[in-house]
Nanobody
Framework: QVQLVESGGGSVQAGGSLRLSCLLS????????LGWFRQASGKERERVAN???????NYVDSVKGRFTISQDNAKNTVYLQMDSLKPDDTATYYC??????????????????WGQGAQVTVSS
């Protein structure tokens, strides 16, 4: 059974840092494409950072240079390092998984498994 469990959320002052972790069970992280999304109160969910192919990352403009997505295959975990946090980063953060098609060297378009979310609150 595929599960994603986030941890590491919390409250921090502007300019601070947090690292979110997402432990994947049911499949190796090396065989899938993972991403981080967030949803702020009253706003639509947005993609924050993701792997668009194995080892190739992509970020939404608002977090470029401040957030870093990475994964540890041995721990089957994907991380989101968030530095220089701003109040606008306040949201519930979700990790998600989509299939990777090794023969075609591409990720599926759709994320099919999601974690339960981790709250990040940044105060000014």
């Amino acid at each position: 059974q595929v599960q994603l469990v986030e941890s590491g959320g919390g409250s921090v002052q502007a300019g601070g840092s947090l690292r979110l972790s997402c432990l994947l069970s049911g499949s190796p992280v090396s065989n899938v494409c993972l991403g981080w999304f967030r949803q702020a109160s009253g706003k639509e969910r947005e993609r924050v950072a993701n792997f668009v192919n194995l080892g190739i990352t992509n970020y939404v403009d608002s977090v470029k240079g401040r957030f870093t997505i990475s994964q540890d295959n041995a721990k089957n975990t994907v991380y989101l390092q968030m530095d220089s946090l701003k109040p606008d980063d306040t949201a519930t953060y979700y990790c998600a998984r989509r299939p990777y098609y090794r023969n075609y060297r591409t990720c599926d378009d759709e994320y099919t498994y999601w974690g339960q979310g981790a709250q990040v609150t940044v105060s000014s």
